[in-house]
């Protein structure tokens, strides 16, 4: 059977990852190298560009996943009497600065434009994306897309969706998932969970984002990340949890950021 081959590359405040992977129906991937950065390190370049030389990866297409902390999502409502793209950026550009308390400069705006309703922004930083450029070219790389791990996931995996379904990824501590209906995406949210995962009650914790959403509860919650193992025990016959993980193996979160949406 055909298969596709990329890399992928994983961002995150606490490190990097780089994965080689034959993609199709059954996926297969290398790690090439997982780092933690120390307390004074930031963007990796010159590591990344080295690694990629010493690999002989040059022209090949590249995916970056971006963990959701260094990035930005957000819901935006167009004005009824938005018409133009023009008007959907304004919209957003203020529901961003009433959000987060700050303007758009130093991050890179991205939308699925809709004039006539809700759509979901996100924001990525501009230094990285400016980094990821110049390792684009130093490295002779063909970098296809470059997301937060959340669209990532949305992106592989609505097809599969029901309107009674939510999506979500686990990143250490923090959980962002993703309400939906027909018409696709109507909320996002961020919960960072306390240390102890295994000690929160999933299903309690989605009722309670219902409630505050006013939308109904999840009958089913496809949730990519390092899902702790008591989660699973607590499907019922009103809730059900589908993990999307290429499977069940431990690994750094690192590795299971750059496996998003590497499912069968």
């Known amino acids: 059977m055909f298969k596709r081959r990329e890399l992928r590359i994983a961002l995150s405040k606490s490190g990097f990852t780089v994965l080689r992977s034959m993609t199709g129906r059954n996926p297969v991937s290398t790690v090439l190298l997982d780092y933690l950065f120390s307390a004074d390190e930031s963007f990796p370049g010159t590591q990344l560009s080295t690694l990629f030389k010493d690999a002989d990866c040059a022209g090949w297409p590249a995916r970056v ?48 434009w809709n004039a006539k309703l809700p759509f979901l922004a996100c924001a990525l930083p501009e230094s990285v994306m400016t980094q990821l450029n110049n390792l684009s070219k130093e490295s002779r790389l063909i970098i296809i897309e470059v997301a937060p791990q959340s669209i990532f996931a949305w992106n592989h995996d609505h097809p599969r969706l029901q309107p009674e379904h939510w999506l979500g990824v686990l990143q250490q501590q923090r959980l962002t998932f993703m309400i939906t209906d027909a018409r696709g995406i109507i909320q996002i ?28 509860m999840p009958a089913t919650l496809l949730l990519y990340g390092d899902i702790p193992a008591s989660w699973p025990a607590q499907r019922s016959a009103e809730f059900d949890l589908v993990c999307l993980n290429e499977d069940q193996t431990p690994v750094s979160p690192g590795i299971r950021l750059a496996m998003t949406g590497l499912t069968a």
């Open 65 to 112: 996943i971006l963990a959701d902390e260094l990035t930005r999502s957000w819901m935006v409502t167009p004005p009824q009497n938005a018409v133009s793209l023009a008007d959907c950026q304004v919209a957003a550009s203020v529901r961003f600065q009433h959000l987060y308390g700050e303007s758009l400069a130093g991050w890179q705006m991205t939308a699925n």
């Open 189 to 216: 949210r961020e919960i960072i969970l306390p240390k102890s995962q295994a000690a929160t009650a999933l299903p309690t914790l989605l009722n309670r984002e219902a409630l505050r959403l006013n939308v109904e």
